[in-house]
C-alpha cells in the first residue's frame, strides 16, 4: 500500500538548535509537500518540490529550507529552531494530472523549549 | 482576512443523527477538497470535488463555485465519525498547493 512515513514522529528541540524532519514515500510520486498545523487551525503549506533536486516555497517558508534529494525523500530543516515553530507537520505525496489528492503521513510533533 | 472558512468549529451529535458542515471561500478555486483528521494527527482524503455533487457511502459533497461554498454531509452518524473534518482549496489545477480551513471538530456521542 502507498505510504509516507515521518521522523521522527516527536521531537524536543532547544532554542536555537537545528531540526531535520525527514520524510519517505514509497507512492512514486513526483509531487511533495510540507505543511505546518498549529492546534485548533488547518494546515499550511512550508515548502514543496514537483521534482527531485528542485524545492520551491510555499506560503510561509520563512525560517525553513527543504531538501529533495531523491523522488522518494523530502526533508524539512530548521536551522535555527524558535518557539513559533512548535507545531505538528505534515508531509505530504501527490502523483502528477489533475484530480488527484494528497496523501498524508503521520505527522511529526515539534516542541521547541 | 481569512480565505476559506469553516463552519460550525464544533459540532456535538447523537448518533444516528445528520451532519452539514460548511465552508465558505473567499478566493478563486480550482478545486474544493474534504479531509478527515482522526484523533490524533494523520489526514485522509474524503473527496475531490471541484464542483457539483459527490457521493461516498454516508458522506456527500456539494460544490457551488458562483456562490463560494462548499458542503459535507454526513447521514446516520457513528462514534467512529468522531474527529476533526478540513476543508481546502486548490487554486491552480494540478499543483497540489492548499489552502486549508481550520476545520470542524465533530463529537459523535453513542
Known amino acids: 500500500e502507498a505510504a509516507v512515513t515521518q521522523s521522527p514522529r516527536s521531537k524536543v528541540a532547544v532554542t536555537g538548535g537545528k531540526v531535520t524532519l525527514s520524510c519517505h514515500q514509497t507512492n512514486n510520486h513526483d509531487y511533495m509537500y510540507w505543511y505546518r498545523q498549529d492546534t485548533g487551525h488547518g494546515l499550511r503549506l512550508i515548502h514543496y518540490?514537483?521534482?527531485?533536486?528542485?524545492?520551491e516555497k510555499g506560503d510561509i517558508p520563512d525560517g525553513y529550507k527543504a531538501s529533495r534529494p531523491s523522488q522518494e525523500n523530502f526533508s524539512l530543516i530548521l536551522e535555527l529552531a524558535s518557539l513559533s515553530q512548535t507545531a505538528v507537520y505534515f508531509c505530504?505525496?501527490?502523483?502528477?494530472?489533475?484530480?488527484?489528492?494528497?496523501?498524508f503521513g503521520e505527522g511529526s510533533r515539534l516542541i521547541v523549549v | 482576512g481569512q480565505q476559506v472558512q469553516q463552519s460550525p468549529a464544533s459540532l456535538v451529535l447523537q448518533e444516528g443523527e445528520n451532519a452539514e458542515l460548511q465552508c465558505n471561500f473567499s478566493?478563486?478555486?480550482?478545486?474544493m477538497q474534504w479531509f478527515y483528521q482522526r484523533p490524533g494527527g494523520s489526514l485522509v482524503s474524503l473527496f475531490y470535488n471541484p464542483s457539483g455533487t459527490k457521493h461516498s457511502g454516508r458522506l456527500t459533497s456539494t460544490t457551488v463555485i458562483k456562490e463560494r461554498r462548499s458542503s459535507l454531509h454526513i447521514s446516520s452518524s457513528q462514534t467512529t465519525d468522531s474527529g476533526t473534518y478540513l476543508c481546502a482549496l486548490e487554486r491552480r489545477s494540478n499543483t497540489g498547493k492548499l489552502t486549508f480551513g481550520d476545520g470542524t471538530v465533530l463529537t459523535v456521542k453513542p
Open positions: 478566493t478563486s478555486l480550482n478545486s
Open positions: 518540490s514537483y521534482v527531485a533536486d528542485s524545492t
Open positions: 505530504a505525496s501527490k502523483d502528477r494530472g489533475t484530480g488527484n489528492t494528497l496523501y
